[in-house]
């Protein structure tokens, strides 16, 4: 801790700020952890598009705090490249990790029982990237066996009844993806 505070020319009693970047000594390079809690709650999965060209969950969290929201609606989120993180990352966002309901899809009371995923593009307008694809299926193939949750269960947004939504895009290659949950 004294290197990074030192390195980074932190006063130690500075309370980080979210977003901010730090320098770590010595580090190797980022991997992806998937953090996973025992939990009766989960029983759908929900993909979400944002619709956007770019983002990320940070910037989906300063967007999502605009509209009055305590923070990020999702649960993660799968970036494009286009927003200082690698094309098919795997962002975990805050609420997860305090295995919080989501903020993602009111329709059927998804929020309290689906995870949120979201990937970053408008698949209206483009392809869904083959990185995003490859975390995508590796994403709910971890948390659909962890939670034990049905492959019915794993919706896209427009999916849900009583949403009214073309989320994920009509573009969104939705048969090939199902033949890739095992
Ligand atoms: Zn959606």
Redesign the pocket.
């Known amino acids: 801790m004294a290197s990074i505070i030192n390195v980074n020319r932190l006063k130690d009693t500075q309370p980080l700020e979210m977003g901010q970047i730090l320098n770590i000594p010595s580090a190797s390079s980022p991997q992806q952890v998937l953090s996973l809690f025992p939990s009766g709650r989960w029983k759908y999965i929900i993909v ?2 944002s619709a956007t060209q770019e983002g990320s969950s940070l910037q989906f969290h300063r967007h999502h705090q605009e509209k009055g929201w305590d923070s990020v609606g999702y649960h993660f989120v799968i970036d494009n490249g286009k927003s200082g993180k690698p094309d098919g990352f795997i962002e975990i966002t805050p609420r997860w990790l305090k295995q919080q309901h989501g903020a ?2 009111k329709a059927s009371d998804m929020n309290t029982v689906g995870i949120g995923i ?1 990937l970053v593009g408008n698949f209206n307008e483009r392809e869904v990237s083959p990185a995003q694809m490859n975390a995508l299926v590796y994403l709910v193939n971890e948390l659909r066996r962890y939670y034990k949750i049905p492959k019915n269960n794993i919706l896209g ?1 427009r999916h849900v009844p009583g949403s009214k ?1 073309d ?2 895009g009509n573009r969104f290659p939705w048969d090939k993806f199902k033949r890739q949950i095992q």
């Open positions: 979400h598009h993602h899809c979201c947004h939504t989320c994920p």
